[in-house]
């Protein structure tokens, strides 16, 4: 079993549009993470959900909003998605020890 | 400057050699230290914890020094397999990744 996946592994679509990326884990772990890993290779924090609770939000735009309906998923929803949107979407799972175990990845392409 | 910073490289070394990368942080209350290694379009993957003490996994190496705010990743005999991009990662509220260094090991 995969310990934490991802859906879709690639997106493609057009500017303004809504999408959304799913992440799931089973590894029992607390704290679940988005990342963006945009062209230049940089991976930077997003969004980090602890017991379904928000705890940190990078300064990201509202556009952006992840929800976490269980300890198990953490999603991302993305409104009105523009060109500078495209990149590579990391979710990741740790645990008390901060050692992070990350999904394969979402490559979002907006066109 | 930057929170964390890297030679992002390319190191392009033989078989066989020792390399060794170094990363340096700005916030000294920072919390806990990684290193990863990221292969070409798939994920980070935790490669080991930095401890205070410095600890050993393998042919990896890794040793963290407060006073100056930087840590080291050494990698002993190393193998094509090795090839891939080491991510530095400090905590301090929320994690942060260094952009990188690339390492290229050749037969």
């Known amino acids: 079993d995969t310990a934490v996946s991802q859906t879709p592994k690639y997106l493609v679509t057009q500017m303004g549009n809504d999408k959304s990326i799913k992440c799931e884990q089973n590894?029992?772990?607390?704290?679940m993470y988005w990342y963006k890993q945009d062209s230049k290779k940089f991976l930077k924090i997003m969004f980090s959900?602890?017991?379904?609770?928000?705890?940190i939000n990078e300064t990201v735009p509202n556009r952006f909003s992840p929800k976490s309906p269980d300890k198990a998923h953490l999603n991302l929803h993305i409104n009105s998605l523009e060109l500078g949107d495209s990149a590579v979407y990391f979710c990741?799972?740790?645990?008390?020890?901060?050692?992070?175990?990350f999904g394969p990845g979402t490559r979002l392409t907006v066109t | 400057r930057k929170e964390v910073e890297q030679d992002p490289g390319p190191f392009n070394v033989p078989e066989g050699a020792t390399v060794a990368f170094n990363c340096t942080y700005s916030?000294?209350?920072?919390?806990?230290f990684f290193w990863y290694r990221q292969d070409c379009r798939k994920e980070p993957k935790l490669l080991m914890s930095?401890?205070?003490s410095g600890n050993e996994d393998g042919r990896f190496t890794a040793q963290l020094n407060r006073a100056s705010q930087y840590i080291s990743l050494l990698i002993r005999d190393s193998k094509l397999s090795d090839s891939a991009t080491y991510l530095c990662?400090?905590?301090?509220?929320?994690?942060?990744f260094g952009a990188g260094t690339r390492l290229t090991v050749k037969p």
């Open positions: 990741a799972v740790s645990d008390a020890s901060y050692e992070q175990y």
């Open positions: 590894l029992g772990h607390d704290t």
């Open positions: 959900y602890n017991n379904k609770e928000l705890i």
């Open positions: 916030n000294s209350a920072s919390q806990s």
């Open positions: 930095v401890y205070s």
């Open positions: 990662v400090v905590l301090y509220n929320d994690m942060r």
